[in-house]
């Protein structure tokens, strides 16, 4: 069986360091950011690779991939890069690719809490628990799973029922507008 050549291609380089705001050329795979990840058991692929792959224009598999969307963006990474690149800002830009270009994500659920954060920081100028917890218990269809711990949590006061307000809502909707394209 022959071996897959891979031909590089300098294509996503741009639009991912323009859209995450970090300089992937400069990353020389010395591997510091995967020795420090603490999720690299549960990654596709190590967080190395992720930079190698949007270097050499591999879109389709970092979009498919369950890293992008595994990544508990700790940080880690940035602070043992030699050249402070943050591939949770990366994989950040890469879910937005995904979502954009209507590539499946392949952990379904961590896209549904990902859109119900985003949704509700959009609309709430932060994130109001309840109702972002609402909203991703409809996308997954996971309706009663934490219902005692939603219990819980109420009795404890750790859920308000109502969002907190925003003090000045024109300058957040001009932050987001500037930031995300007002997208979500």
Known sequence: MAEQQIVPSHQLVAPVARQSGQPVSRCYQCHKCTAGCPVTMAMDLM????VRFVQLGLEEELLKSKTIWQCAACRTCVSRCPNGIDIAAINDAL?????????????????A??????????????????GMMIAFKMKTGTYFQDVPLG?????????RL???GLKNKARF???WQGEKGGQA
Do not use: Y
């Open 47 to 50: 967080p190395h690779q992720v």
């Open 95 to 111: 879910k937005q690719r995904a979502l954009a270009k209507g590539v499946q994500p392949a952990l379904p659920e961590v896209a």
């Open 113 to 130: 809490f990902h859109q119900a954060f985003l949704a509700s920081v959009k609309s709430k100028g932060r994130v109001h628990e309840l």
């Open 151 to 159: 219990l819980k949590m109420f009795r404890r006061g750790k859920l």
């Open 162 to 164: 109502l969002p907190e």
């Open 173 to 175: 909707r001009a932050l």
